[in-house]
């Protein structure tokens, strides 16, 4: 079973985009849109997770609710219980975690400091790698 750590490794880039709580809205979304994003990581300076800021929050905490983007600060909208995983945790621990808390990102962590990012597209990418390589070893198998 695929890794976490098999699926960063896996990645193009390792680079996730973080922002400060004390950070402008505007800021976060700027960050999204220039880099094609949906989610920001929200970190202390010692990359300790404190919070997620997604397109989601934008959408139903600042545009719904008339806020101001450029005056209202990250830590006032980010969603503050994130769920984390390891790189032990495997594909499909982190699918099903997605599913049932509907969430799209999850960074991952080890000794309480932000070591990367894995998305809904990269763990369904490594599930259909996975199941790819076990049709492959069955028709072997079946054909000798």
Do not use: F, W
Not at 111 to 126: C, F, M, P, T, Y
């Amino acid at each position: 079973m695929t890794t976490v750590a098999q699926v960063l490794n896996s990645k193009k880039s390792n680079e996730v985009s973080t922002i400060t709580p004390d950070a402008t809205v505007l800021d976060a979304i700027s960050v999204m849109a220039n880099k094609g994003i949906g989610a920001v990581i929200v970190t202390t300076e010692e990359r300790k997770v404190v919070g997620i800021i997604s397109e989601r929050d934008y959408t139903r905490k600042i545009a719904l609710m008339q806020r101001s983007s450029d005056h209202t600060t990250v830590s006032e909208i980010m969603t503050s219980q994130v769920l984390t995983v390891s790189r032990n945790n495997t594909v499909d621990e982190c699918l099903g975690l997605m599913t049932d808390r509907h969430i799209r990102h999850l960074p991952v962590v080890e000794n309480e400091q932000l070591v990367g990012l894995v998305s809904i597209g990269d763990l369904v990418k490594a599930a259909m790698e996975d199941q790819r390589q076990l049709i492959e070893q069955l028709q072997q198998y079946i054909t000798g």
